[in-house]
């Protein structure tokens, strides 16, 4: 980002509920000016109107794989995720991150009528709540986790580059009520960033987790098939961006990989990737971002837009790329593909179809 999520805080610390009152607010005008727009089934131009569709659902799509590719290790397997998945719910009140350079917390602070609205149509990545994500296929869920510096005691939120109203115990709840009604999913979930936690905070959540989650969470070890976390009743795969508390929580998996471009054409995220494959894939669980990343100069050089503006041109290029993909053990297969503004094309479909080569092998 060129820098580099809030809401009113509980300051009861909700351990004891596995389910309970869910408020993840959406902020359906998001950072463009007002213009929300629903996009599950629906399609947007590449001059960025929108165009409504028949509403498609990939909610079960795992279990109606080809048996066959039941016993397939997830790692070899083609998975939709979502890039920066809670940024549907950025607060614009929200004070700028503390993890964003000291002139733009400045200027949000001496500026916030400017400067806010610029930080949350440059940051906001999903339209879609994490419910809706799900009902579309998504199966990666990045989860960027910070405690406000002046925020309450034990209320965890989302960031990027501002503070979701979304609080974390009540996200990974509507997750775990969602893995509830589908029990026959599995589904991904980085836990990336932790900004201003601490050791107790980070024991705190790994408590939460366990918790909400309890025997949906499969422990680390060799990496299974859907058949096998069917038969044990396991449905989340958790990372935990943090060794030391990995080495000490047996249900936490390290970090996943993530392959980030850090580009503001989609050509040149399309040749940095394809440079990371050439490279051979990791030995586990992995990511290839196709989402843009702006800079400063283009964000100078683009005052009005946002980064809804500059990625939805793209889509057809991305695309492109992604239905080129395939999974699979071989040096240059994917794996878990994510992207931003899930809902706005068939992306998620095109990810699942890919699985379809495996049956060709």
């Known amino acids: 980002m060129f820098g580099g999520h809030d809401g009113e805080s509980s300051d009861s610390g909700r351990l004891g509920q596995r389910k309970g009152h869910m408020q993840t607010t959406r902020n359906s005008s998001l950072a463009d000016g007002g213009t929300g727009w629903t996009l599950m089934g629906g ?10 569709l028949p509403c498609t659902t990939n909610a079960d799509w ?18 939709p995720g979502s890039h920066d998945t809670m940024t549907y719910c950025l607060n614009k009140t929200s004070p700028i991150s503390q993890a964003q350079s000291r002139l733009l917390q400045v200027l949000g602070k001496v500026l916030p009528c400017v400067t806010r609205p610029v930080v949350l149509r440059w940051s906001t990545t999903q339209v879609l709540g994490v419910t809706e994500q799900l009902d579309a296929g998504v ?41 509830e ?52 009743g396991q449905q989340v795969i958790l990372s935990y961006e943090e060794d030391s508390v990995v080495n000490r929580h047996a249900e936490l998996w390290p970090g996943i990989p993530y392959w980030w471009g850090d580009q503001v054409k989609p050509q040149e995220l399309i040749r940095y990737l394809e440079r990371m494959k050439s490279c051979g894939r990791p030995g586990g669980l992995f990511v290839a971002g196709i989402n843009l990343t702006e800079n400063l100069a283009y964000v100078l050089g683009h ?6 503006k500059m990625t939805l041109p793209s889509l057809p290029c991305l695309r492109a790329w992604v239905r080129d993909q395939s999974p699979g053990p071989g040096a240059q297969c994917t794996n ?15 990810v699942i179809r890919l699985n379809e080569k495996l049956l060709r092998c």
């Open 303 to 308: 005052p009005t837009e946002s980064l809804r």
């Open 181 to 232: 009604s589908h029990p026959r999913e599995v589904v991904i979930l980085a836990c990336r960033d932790f900004e201003g936690m601490t050791d107790g905070l980070h024991e705190y959540l790994v408590a939460c987790i366990r918790n909400i989650f309890g025997d949906m969470l499969c422990p680390r070890g060799e990496m299974p098939t859907l058949n096998q976390m069917w038969s044990r």
């Open 336 to 350: 878990i593909i994510a992207g931003d503004f899930i809902g706005a094309d068939a992306f998620v479909g095109d």
């Open 62 to 79: 795992m279990s109606a794989l080809c048996p066959v590719l039941w016993d397939v290790p997830l790692h070899q397997l083609s998975i």
């Open 139 to 179: 199966r990666y869920l990045d989860l960027r986790i910070a405690h406000m510096r002046d925020g309450s005691e034990k209320n965890l939120h989302f960031v990027h580059m501002v503070y979701t109203t979304a609080l974390v115990e009540d996200t990974l709840t509507e997750i775990s009520e969602w893995l």
């Open 43 to 52: 399609q947007v131009s590449t001059s960025g109107s929108f165009r409504s």
